[in-house]
């Protein structure tokens, strides 16, 4: 009999047998998956019951299902090891490049990310597999090494660092303009325009806030989830957008767009790299203090 070093762990050797059998419904179909005979399926599986002091599974037609004791214990079997395998996943020795998985927004990505991309690659010698989505990172099971948001720095079970605190200014094209100085316009005058907004008109009712106004939806407002693609309704004279700095000096230089003279508005939100509150392997920790330098010289 294989004993495990611990009187308190069962025979650890065993398990795989145990959960062949389980998946497959039959000793002689996990003797086949693990290319040894039935015999030595049916000794692992044997062992181990009497480890345990009840059976695992019980007879039925020409093969084997768990009895209610088995199915408990192959339940926790398998959490048990998917929680080992999480746990050791950021520290296996990779073959080829390491892959580092980050989740971004569409705009982070567009504005700013992209053109990173190939200098990292290069310089750390890593893989940067992108995902660009606006639903939160899931960082269970190595689905996610690194993420970039908008919030105020914190979501549970993870650490944030700072890449950008957003400075809002408004944005405003010369075709909404039509020919006035801009300025003319004051903060009540701009609260009166079409206004667009991201996800939600937080940026907004902050900025006119602090110039005391207070802000009044209104049916020529206008809401996108993608701030690139407020950027281009902006452009196109749509609403004024209230950009973040530094990305409002790259959104005057790609767009026809003017930046109002109004001092820039700490907002409440900030961007931030998020990450799994474990630690992680070196080479996600290059890539994310080498985000956070980029970020520094955008300042």
């Known amino acids: 009999m294989v004993h495990s070093n611990d009187l308190s762990l069962p025979p650890l050797a065993l398990l795989p047998a145990v959960m062949a059998a389980a998946r497959n419904g039959s000793f002689s179909a996990a003797a086949s998956e693990m290319g040894v005979t039935h015999s030595v399926i049916s000794r692992h599986v044997a062992q181990v019951e009497q480890w345990l002091g009840y059976d695992l599974f019980e007879r039925y037609g020409r093969g084997v299902r768990p009895t209610p004791d088995g199915q408990r214990f192959l339940r926790e079997t398998q959490a048990a090891i998917d929680l080992l395998s999480q746990g050791a996943q950021p520290w296996r020795q990779r073959r080829g490049l ?5 989740s971004l927004l569409p705009s982070y990505a567009r504005i700013w990310f992209l053109k990173l991309v190939p200098e990292i690659e290069r310089d750390l010698n890593v893989r940067l597999e992108l995902e660009i989505t606006e639903r939160l990172a899931d ?7 690194i993420a970039i948001r908008c919030g105020k720095g914190q979501w549970p079970g993870t650490k944030s660092s ?3 605190s957003d400075d809002l200014v408004p944005l ?23 206004l667009l907004n991201d996800s939600d008109a937080t940026g907004w009712r902050h900025w006119l806030a602090e110039h005391g106004v207070k802000y009044k939806p209104k049916p020529s407002d206008r809401r996108f989830e993608d701030y690139s693609v407020g950027l281009s309704a902006a452009d196109a004279g749509l609403g004024v957008i209230l950009a973040r700095l530094p990305f ?4 005057t230089g790609n767009h026809d767009l003017i930046m109002l003279p109004f001092a820039p508005v700490r907002s409440p939100l900030a961007t931030f790299l998020v990450q799994p509150a474990y630690d992680q392997r070196p080479a996600v920790r290059a890539v994310a203090e080498r985000l956070i330098t980029a970020a520094k010289a955008c300042d």
């Open 248 to 251: 409002a000096r790259m959104a």
């Open 98 to 102: 390491d892959v580092i998985k980050i």
């Open 139 to 145: 960082f269970d099971g190595g689905q996610t090494d």
């Open 172 to 194: 405003i094209s010369p075709k909404l303009l039509d020919g006035r100085d801009p300025h003319s316009l004051d903060a009540e005058a701009i609260a009166s325009l079409p």
């Open 162 to 164: 700072l890449l950008f």
